[in-house]
């Protein structure tokens, strides 16, 4: 029996990983967030892996609030950097495999193709920037930490653009999404999957699989898209229309393009990946 220490566990992913533990009955899953386990603190990290036996770490714990993080800063990096470095010190000092979750947003969203692992990093706003820096925290200190970047993640679990629509096409006769804004949303319960089976494969080979992989659902759409998809499976009336960035200014900004290339995970780890429609569908039955 494996122990997996999930810290962030009340966030989307860690409620996600909940739901499908039944799958993986060879993983005894202990769940931590802020009041149980405070990751900022290396003192705390650290005695709580003195008195468990971890043998790996899923950190979905983050500092998502992405307009909020334009003045929050300090604290942004605090969660996003120095968290990750100091689960990285000490899973590195227990052999304990970690796996971090990243994002889409370290990208600046200029390109045209799908981002690989390998393209330059150039994050637009805070959030983006501390997610970047605790990247590089986690595999520059521990190189068999396996970094996974997502995007646009949504479940039936927290707070989500998908519940946030559902909700305003109940309140409201007509919505203002942008279009200018293309990536690919993911449902947190594929991605909870991806994590746990990832997990299945890394025990003979320790240290083998580290490094940089993208996930998120198939295909490409905008927010406007995505909205539009949602109206429709949530049979709602409300009329949705597309509008620019410029239209609709926020406190950080976007980037215009953040559609990532899946190859590298695909391949090394052997996953189908569904389409983010077929996906959207299965999140809205659950809600």
Sequence with gaps: MKNILITGANGQLGQAIKKVTA?????NFLYTDFNELDITSEEAVRNY????????????AAYTAVDKAEGDEEFA?????????????????????????????????????????????????????????????????NPATIVLRTSWLYSEFGANFVKRMRELMQERDSLNIVFDQTGTPTYAVDLAKVVLTILTKVWDVPGEYGGVYHFSNEGVTSWYDFAVAIRELSNAS??????????????AKRPAYSVMNKSKIKETFGIQIPHWKESLKECIKQL
């Design 238 to 251: 409300c009329t949705v229309s597309p509008i620019t960035s410029d239209q609709y200014p926020t406190a």
């Design 77 to 141: 990096f605090k969660l996003n950097f120095e968290a990750v470095l100091n689960l990285a010190t000490i899973c590195a000092e227990y052999n304990t495999q970690l796996v971090h979750i990243s994002t889409d947003y370290v990208f600046s969203g200029q390109q045209n193709v799908p981002y690989v692992e390998t393209d330059d990093a150039s994050p637009v706003s805070i959030y983006g920037s501390s997610k970047l820096r605790g990247e590089g925290a986690a595999v520059g200190t």
């Design 49 to 60: 892996f003195a008195q468990q036996e971890i043998h790996a770490c899923v950190n979905c």
């Design 23 to 27: 799958d993986y009955p060879g993983f």
